[in-house]
DNA sequence: CTGCTTACTGTAATCGATTGCATAGCTCGC
DNA sequence: GCGAGCTATGCAATCGATTACAGTAAGCAG
């Protein structure tokens, strides 16, 4: 209906007023009487005005967004953790962009370039395995108090970050599977160098000694979080000649991947063997067997990185709460794992 | 280390020219000549000059964005839909803003805003469930020809639109099922009302009288898209006295929730019977049984999404390209049908 | 009644890049 | 040798909101 859209100065116009009052009635009304505040409403109404963002932008010299920067955008994995970012950042009127690394790098433009184009006023970093010069470029900036690291994270930098307890989640999926009565316990791993696949792995052969259990080193099977992955390491599990009895993946889509190789091969989970994965995604509840899992509440990581980043952003030098959330995980038991046949 | 950001201002002074000179050189290179191109560019190097996106996008009246409108960000379904968007979109230096319905609805915003505070400069909707009020505001802006529906579409609106060959894929499913050796096949809807839902329905009954078999009214079955949706179905077949040999079902999710619940009830597939999905997401090929799909091209489908909007964009009166493009799918042949048995 | 505070409101500079118009120097044709 | 036609560059207005500073009127104490 409106041609033209029409400015602040229109609404000036038309309610008899400078811009500045209207400015102020818009984002600090307090300053502003009454009578002048429901005039300029009224215009507002009349004139059909919307907020300009980008002269805002420049003006406040604030992007009023925020990047997330996932490693792969059709990882299911993330899905959740995104709503959960995008519901916290909304309601304070910030939009959120969206840019995955391997595409980032393709097309030759840089991450930091979000932060000095002004275009985003911060970011929120899902991939641990940036490389070093991007690293380093994000650090060496003044604004690298704005960038935030959830889920994953990069040791030795200093970064904030949200993660889950990765390592109790590990330490409880084990002594779990002990309980029930497995002595022989296995472990298929992330993707080496991944710092969740170290905390995970690390934690898991530390509660095994911790149990007193035997480890043999072909028990720990390499893999990458993926579906495939469990597939593969299904293979490997089939070629052993002594195997274990309960195998704890680094993911569930690994576990579904093996358990998945592993039915095709004939073998019965869990009755053969107990498998339990980590993440708890959707598919876990509907898969058969349905899936243990250690559950990571991603939805309430997602808000945490949001309300941090805000945080940060709001006041760089002293920002209010945590440099470093971690965020509790709890078992989930289904129909994948059980005792050993006697 | 540069403590505070370089403006085209610093670098006019650096290369001792003006900043009209600086602009064209950066945007429009053609115009300047080859010693002050070089001279500036050294200036850029040596100042680390980044552009103001905001004061950019003030001047130019563009956001150089767009936004992207889910019905639900957990979905799996849209993450390589992202994916395709995201990398056309950047290829263009166009970031990619993402909001999902509830969302927006929950906090207030309106989608037209996103247009109207020149937040972006386009919007491609996966979501066909949007209410009259949001469609409505939508079809008034000037700016209507700048949003475009992908995957979904709302029947009577002028809007753009991609979307897969839901018919032809539908038809196609009956027509492999009839194959097969099947006369008793039955469906899985999605949520009423949806236009993907009607689509796939009316291409099914279709297909159904074309190949002249039987269909019981009960042999439809009511669904929404989600596994759940399939659980329930799966116990409304179990239920049947005169049950369909055959079942193809609106979308993967369903299948996957279907063959689960009939799986937990001893009911094997496809022994017992067929089933096939629609969509052919990632998990299908890893279910156990692999799951017969049809394939949309969910990558291309971003892809040719972003492209025609930005067509749109750069020229909304006669923008160049298709108002509208169906994208083809194929069948694929796994393990979850296979012929009656005897 | 005077001077000071308080509460509003207006003036105008500002954020940083883009671009229409003007200008200067040069080439070229006749 | 003169004007037309380029090419390369600069000047300055402009996009639309925010905000420092200034000004005005009313309220109030003394």
Redesign the interface.
């Known amino acids: 209906?409106?041609?033209k859209?029409s400015t602040l100065q229109d609404v000036a116009r038309v309610a008899g007023v400078s811009t500045a009052t209207v400015s102020r009635t818009l984002s600090n009304p307090d300053l502003v009487s009454e009578s002048t505040r429901t005039r300029v409403a009224k215009a507002v109404q009349s004139t059909g005005y919307?907020?300009?963002?980008?002269?805002r932008?420049?003006r406040t010299?604030r992007?009023h967004?925020a990047l997330v920067v996932l490693p792969d955008?059709?990882?299911?994995f993330?899905?959740?953790i995104?709503?959960g970012i995008?519901?916290h950042l909304?309601?304070r009127g910030y939009?959120?962009?969206?840019?995955?690394t391997n595409?980032?790098h393709e097309?030759g433009?840089r991450l930091i370039?979000?932060l000095?184009?002004?275009?985003a006023d911060g970011m929120i970093i899902l991939d641990g395995g940036l490389s070093d010069d991007v690293v380093a470029s994000l650090e060496?900036t003044?604004q690298a108090g704005r960038v935030l690291f959830a889920c994953e994270w990069i040791e030795g930098t200093g970064f904030a970050s949200v993660r889950s307890e990765n390592r109790r989640g590990t330490r409880t999926a084990v002594r779990y599977l002990h309980d029930l009565g497995h002595r022989k316990i296995g472990h298929v791993t992330g993707p080496s160098g991944n710092v969740l696949m170290h905390a995970r792995h690390d934690a898991f052969v530390e509660e095994i000694r911790a149990l007193n259990l035997e480890l043999k080193p072909e028990w720990i099977i390499p893999g990458d979080f993926s579906?495939n992955a469990g597939?593969r390491a299904a293979t490997s599990w089939l070629e052993m000649d002594d195997r274990p009895e309960a195998v704890f993946c680094a993911s569930d889509q690994i576990a579904?991947?093996f358990?998945?190789e592993l039915?095709?091969n004939g073998v019965t989970v869990p009755d053969d063997v107990s498998v339990m994965g980590f993440d708890d995604i959707?598919?876990a509840e509907?898969?058969?067997p349905a899936l243990t899992s250690i559950h990571q509440d991603r939805l309430l990581l997602g808000e945490t990185a949001a309300k941090m980043l805000m945080a940060r952003i709001d006041s760089p030098e002293d920002p209010a709460g945590d440099h470093a959330a971690v965020l509790p995980v709890s078992l989930v038991v289904r129909d994948s794992t059980a005792r050993p046949k006697p």
Do not use: H, K, W
Request: glycine share 4%; net charge neutral; charged share 20%.
């Open positions: 209906m409106v041609a859209t919307r907020i300009n963002r980008a002269a932008n420049l010299r992007a967004s955008l059709a990882n299911p993330f899905s959740e995104l709503e995008s519901r909304s309601g939009s959120m962009l969206i840019a995955s595409q980032v097309s433009e370039d979000y000095d184009n002004a275009r060496n003044p579906l597939c579904l991947g358990i998945a039915t095709r959707d598919f509907q898969f058969v």
